[in-house]
C-alpha cells in the first residue's frame, strides 16, 4: 500500500512554475521520498528524491518539510512536455531488490 | 540506443492463449522487474529478480511465469490468457538498492 497522500490532478501554466504536493505523515527515518513521472503511453521515469535536505537536479527541486512529513516538487518552468502523472513514493533507501510501490499519483496538466 | 527494450509494443490474443513478453537491458543492471498497468492506472509489481534469482512474486497468479536467462534478460510467459490479464506491463531495471529504476516503454497485452 502506498504510503503518500497526493492530489489526484493539478493544473498549471505553460512557463510558471509547477509545485505538487506529497503528504507522507507515515514516514520513517530510513525512508527517502522518491519522484517518477509517467507521460501517456510511456514508462514510469526518476525524477528527484531526497531524505532531509533540499535537492536540486536539470528536472526538478525537491523541497521536504523539516518534520519531513510533506513535501514538494517543483518543476520551475512547466512546459507542454511536463504533462504527467507525477507519483510522490517513500521507500527505504538501498531497499534491495523489492521495486517501488506507486500510488495513485498527481494528473498534472499543463495549460497553454 | 533504449536502454530497457521490450517486445512486442502491442500484443492481441484470444483466450486461452499462451504468451510471452521479452524484455532486455543493456544498462549492466543486476535486478529486473515486471510490473502491471491495469485499466485504472495503477501501477503494481509482478516480479523482481536479482541476478537471475527470484526475489520478489507479488500474489501473481502461477499461469505467469518470469524467466531470467541470464542478467540482461527478464522475460515473462503467460499460460492460459484470461480478460482480465489486459493490461500494459512494464519491465524495469536497477541496480540492486539503488535509488533509480529504469522503465521500459511497455507492452500492451489485450485478450479477447
Known amino acids: 500500500d502506498a504510503k503518500t497522500t497526493q492530489p489526484p490532478s493539478m493544473d498549471c501554466a505553460e512557463g510558471r512554475a509547477a509545485n505538487l504536493p506529497c503528504n507522507h505523515s507515515?514516514?520513517?527515518?530510513?525512508?527517502?521520498v522518491y519522484w517518477y513521472r509517467q507521460i501517456h503511453s510511456q514508462g514510469p521515469q526518476y525524477i528527484i528524491h531526497g531524505l532531509k535536505n533540499n535537492e536540486t537536479n536539470e528536472m526538478a527541486s525537491l523541497i521536504i518539510t523539516e518534520d519531513r512529513k510533506s513535501s514538494t516538487l517543483i518543476l520551475p518552468h512547466a512546459t507542454l512536455r511536463d504533462t504527467a502523472v507525477y507519483y510522490c513514493?517513500?521507500?527505504?533507501?538501498?531497499?534491495?531488490?523489492?521495486?517501488?510501490?506507486f500510488g495513485k499519483g498527481t494528473h498534472l496538466i499543463i495549460q497553454p | 540506443d533504449t536502454a530497457v527494450s521490450q517486445t512486442p509494443k502491442y500484443l492481441v490474443t484470444q483466450m486461452g492463449n499462451d504468451k510471452s513478453i521479452k524484455c532486455e537491458q543493456n544498462?549492466?543492471?543486476?535486478?529486473m522487474y515486471w510490473y502491471k498497468q491495469d485499466s485504472k492506472k495503477f501501477l503494481k509489481i509482478m516480479f523482481s529478480y536479482n541476478n537471475k534469482e527470484l526475489i520478489i512474486n507479488e500474489t501473481v497468479p502461477n499461469r505467469f511465469s518470469p524467466k531470467s536467462p541470464d542478467k540482461a534478460h527478464l522475460n515473462l510467459h503467460i499460460n492460459s490468457l484470461e480478460l482480465g490479464d489486459s493490461a500494459v506491463y512494464f519491465c524495469?531495471?536497477?541496480?540492486?538498492?539503488?535509488?533509480?529504476?529504469?522503465f521500459g516503454s511497455g507492452t500492451q497485452l489485450s485478450v479477447l
Open positions: 507515515t514516514i520513517s527515518g530510513n525512508e527517502y
Open positions: 524495469a531495471s536497477s541496480l540492486k538498492g539503488a535509488e533509480k529504476l529504469f
Open positions: 544498462l549492466g543492471h543486476d535486478t
Open positions: 513514493i517513500v521507500r527505504v533507501a538501498g531497499g534491495g531488490a523489492d521495486g517501488l510501490t
